[in-house]
């Protein structure tokens, strides 16, 4: 079975400039969570898509961070303009979630985009 | 923001030892609880989860649940080399939402 891609891995911008990363989950997978996760500390959710419908999005910093994910399948990321405090990993995971008695709590993880900001 | 707290370390144990990991949270109405490992540079993956008071134990480890205190542990017997790493301690509500994770415990296990 395919595990979760993500895509680039590696990224090196500029502040000011954009970026966008892309995420395919595992087939099936009903639930999607991009996260940041900032060297030294544990990873902070962004959002989270049930199918392609937005659950939880109070941590993500809409003024820069936009996220969608069409047909439910694959999600992107977009941040504009990026700050300097961007420079992370940008962690994509997907979830057979369908409330709890259908959620294990196992959440499947990309290998990760790892963005740095000059 | 809910909040889940774990002693950053990093936390060295010997060989063979008992590697002990604490983790708090705040919210009240969390219902399911997990432990993940993130090997350096890696991604995390899941090794443990609890949903229930008392004690769950799968092979080396075992995780340790009290919803009366907000406290929830894991405990790794016969500690390895390959366990060093970096523990994160995850809660999650009663509806898939609210997947939060802790700041992660690094554990070196010394030869």
């Known amino acids: 079975e395919a595990g979760v891609a993500q895509s680039p891995r590696y990224k090196i911008i500029e502040k000011r400039q954009s970026v966008a990363f892309w995420c395919n989950p595992i087939?099936?997978?009903?639930?999607l969570y991009w996260y940041q996760q900032i060297l030294g500390q544990g990873p902070k959710l962004l959002i989270q898509f049930q199918n392609n419908g937005v659950v939880d999005d109070s941590q993500l910093p809409k003024d820069r961070f936009s996220a969608e994910r069409l047909k439910g399948v694959d999600s992107t990321l977009k941040i504009q303009p990026a700050k300097l405090e961007d420079s992370a990993v940008y962690l994509c995971?997907?979830?057979?979630?369908?409330?709890?008695?259908?959620?294990?709590?196992?959440?499947?993880f990309g290998e990760g985009s790892r963005l740095t900001v000059l | 923001q809910k909040e889940v707290e774990q002693n950053s370390g990093p936390l060295s144990v010997p060989e063979g030892a008992i590697a002990s990991l604490n983790c708090t949270y705040s919210?009240?109405?969390?219902?399911?609880f997990f432990w993940y490992r993130q090997y350096s540079g890696k991604s995390p993956e899941l090794i443990m989860s609890i949903y229930s008071n008392g004690d769950k134990e799968d092979g080396r480890f075992t995780a340790q649940l009290n919803k009366a205190s907000q406290y929830v542990s894991l405990l790794i017997r016969d500690s390895q080399p390959s366990d060093s790493a970096t523990y994160l301690c995850?809660?999650?509500?009663?509806?898939?939402?609210?997947?939060?994770f802790g700041p992660g415990t690094r554990l070196s296990v010394l030869p």
């Open positions: 995971a997907s979830s057979l979630g369908r409330g709890r008695l259908g959620h294990t709590g196992e959440l499947f």
């Open positions: 919210d009240r109405v969390s219902q399911s």
């Open positions: 087939s099936g997978h009903a639930t």
């Open positions: 995850a809660v999650m509500n009663n509806y898939g939402q609210n997947f939060v």
